[in-house]
Each structure stands twice: as C-alpha cells, then as structure tokens.
C-alpha cells in the first residue's frame, strides 16, 4: 500500500485524480493533523476506496518517556511494526524534535547504540514527516505546529538515505505544510563525503553538522568505520565546499572519550582542522552504550571546552537532557528490541 504523506501536494492532487480536486488539499492536511481515515469528512465509498489502497497514517506512538526536564523520548511503530525513536525537547529559544532517517544504521560507530543491530531499513519521506506530524500534535493541539527546530540526529545516517531525506526536507519546508525555514534545520552526517559534495549543489540552507570524534585518521578508524573510506581532510574538504556553496556555517560534533580523543594534543589538532573554516564545534559528553569506551567528567568536558576558547575555536558543551529516561541516540528502541527477543 502507498503511504499517502510520501506525496507532495502536487503529487497528491496527480495521484488522486478521480476525485474532487479539493479532496488531495483535504487529506494532505489530514496527514499534518494526524487524523484516521474515520475522521475524514468524505463520502463512505471514496473512504472505503483510499483505504484499500493507501495509507494515511503511518506512524503511531507505540511508548512515550518524559524526562524530570520536560524532554520526551518516544518509540513510534511504523506500519510494519517496526519501531524507530524521537526525541522531543524543551528549550528556551524554541522546541526541538529529534528524529531519526533509518530503522537502526549500518554505521558501525563505536560509541552509538543506534548501530547495535543493525539497520532494517530506510525510513520513506513521508514516514518522516508523519513523524513530526505525530510529535507535535503529541504536545500541543493538532492544528497548530508545536516546535521551531528539527534536527537529524536520531537513529540512522540521512546521507545514507539520500534521496527519501531531499525529498522530506522539500516536504517539511513546504508552505502548504508545516513551512520550516531551512535555517531551522541540522543535518548530522558521520561524513559520507560524496553525498556531502552532492547535497552543497541543491544550496539548502540547513546546518550541516559532521560527527568527527578524532583528530587524527588512525584513532577515528578505531570508532568509525566511516574513516576507513574517506580521510579527515578528504571530509573537512566537502564540508569547506559546503559552506562555500551554501554560505552556512557549520558544526563538528565531538563525543568526548575518556583516553582516546581528550588529549591537549586533541585540542591543537582542532585548531588546524578548523583553521579557514566558518564552523563551531559541538563537544558531547559520552553516553555510556554498555561498550568499552568511557566517558570522561563533566569537569574535564567544560575543561576541552574551555581550552578550545582560549585557542580560538568556538565550542561549548552540549547541554545533556532526557539522561533518565535513556535519551541518547538508538538506546531505547535496543532496550525494547532485547525485551520483545
């Protein structure tokens, strides 16, 4: 069956041709508002017609955690009962959803349990849409858009799934549908350098965030895979022609962990990779997965970041929120996925 929000409007109206031409404006903004084909107010036969062939709504709250800070982690099931995660967070300068572009990754990185087992699939464009759409109309009213921000940060790599994540990003900026500006959306990428040069020369202007995690080629090999196929500066090279294209700056994520990549010999290596570059680096605590890497103290975390300031590299600590209730990328739906074994 065909997930009816995969369609932009256009699409919509192309594919629901045999019916009043207002009915495709009518069920796409269904699809925002999260509603069931019961709740459609079209006739019973063209009802009964959709739902043999189509799919209003393709993601569901299948388990939702709040945090004591407001942050909510939920697992969605999906029409094929698979279950993927989102996040959604409370901040003061907007809200912001977290969301995932796969059922779990392939990406191998050591210090993330979104890879634990494996990847399944690739989520379509309009399972994340209705992702969005279900989460916002979780916290607020069902008409209106509950959030400011989005970010692609949750379970699985975007880049490796390319052309669903264009086509969402058309989708989700939209002005007959959620309208998100551009700005108000984060890309992360382990740093699939092809796709990073193809995606600057659709000039979207969204942040582009690469997860680095090391200095040098020999420890980022020994936590990601990613670097046994393209170089340091084989990756910082892309992202230079990213913001070349795009004019944006961009952001390194860099998990911090303990006695692999916290060294002062760490900080000096940043500062030239970041030399020339208009970008800021994101300095993450560890979430301890139940693997071997370690995690160094919040002391020693605000002490790199610190040291980065001095030498001239824009850094801070990203704020922890939702650690209660396992908020960290992919460790909620391994949890659940070990239960139902």
């Given amino acids: 069956m065909k997930i009816l929000s995969d369609f932009t409007l256009d699409e919509l109206k192309n594919e629901l041709a045999d019916l009043p031409k207002f009915r495709a404006k009518q069920i796409f903004d269904a699809i925002l508002q999260v509603k069931n084909f019961d709740e459609l107010n079209i ?8 739902q043999q062939k ?3 709504k393709p993601v569901e709250i299948f388990k939702t955690l709040t945090s004591k800070d407001g942050t909510k982690k939920y697992l969605l099931k999906l029409s094929d009962d698979n279950i993927v995660e ?23 990185c050591k210090f993330c349990a979104s890879t634990l087992n494996g990847c399944v699939r690739n989520l379509s464009a309009g399972e994340m849409l209705s992702t969005i759409a279900v989460v916002s109309a979780d916290n607020g009213k069902r ?16 880049f490796d799934n390319y052309e669903n994540v264009v086509k969402w990003l058309n989708l989700i900026t939209d002005k007959n549908g959620f309208n998100v ?22 000039k979207f202007n969204i942040t582009l965030c690469l997860s680095l995690h090391a200095t ?5 090999k020994t936590i990601m895979p990613i670097a046994n196929r393209y170089t340091i500066k084989e990756t910082i090279d892309a992202l230079k022609f990213y913001a070349g294209k795009t004019g944006r700056r961009v952001v390194f994520e860099y998990c911090l962990i303990k006695d692999v990549n916290n060294s002062p010999a760490d900080i000096l290596r940043l500062k030239e990779l970041t030399k020339g570059l208009n970008c800021h680096v994101n300095v993450i605590c560890l979430n301890p997965n139940g ?13 790199f970041v610190k040291t980065l300031n001095d030498n001239g590299v824009s850094a801070t600590l990203r704020r922890s929120q939702g650690s209660d209730i396992e908020g960290a990328c992919g460790m909620l ?9």
Wanted: glycine letters at 8%; proline letters at 3%; aromatic letters at 6%.
């Fill in 54 to 56: 189509y799919i209003l």
């Fill in 333 to 341: 739906r391994a949890k659940t996925l070990n239960k139902l074994k």
């Fill in 216 to 220: 040098t080629d020999e420890t980022r």
């Fill in 43 to 50: 006739p019973k036969s063209d009802k009964e017609n959709l």
């Fill in 143 to 158: 008409n209106e858009r509950n959030f400011t921000n989005i970010v692609l940060m949750g379970s699985g790599e975007p």
């Fill in 181 to 202: 500006s551009e700005r108000n959306i984060s890309l992360s990428t382990c740093g699939l350098v092809d796709k990073i040069y193809e995606f600057a020369k659709l």
């Fill in 86 to 108: 989102c996040v959604y967070l409370k901040q003061n300068y907007g809200n912001t959803i977290c969301m995932s572009t796969q059922v779990g990754c392939k990406m191998g």
């Fill in 291 to 303: 693997g071997p890497l370690k995690a160094t103290t919040k002391d020693e975390a605000l002490a």
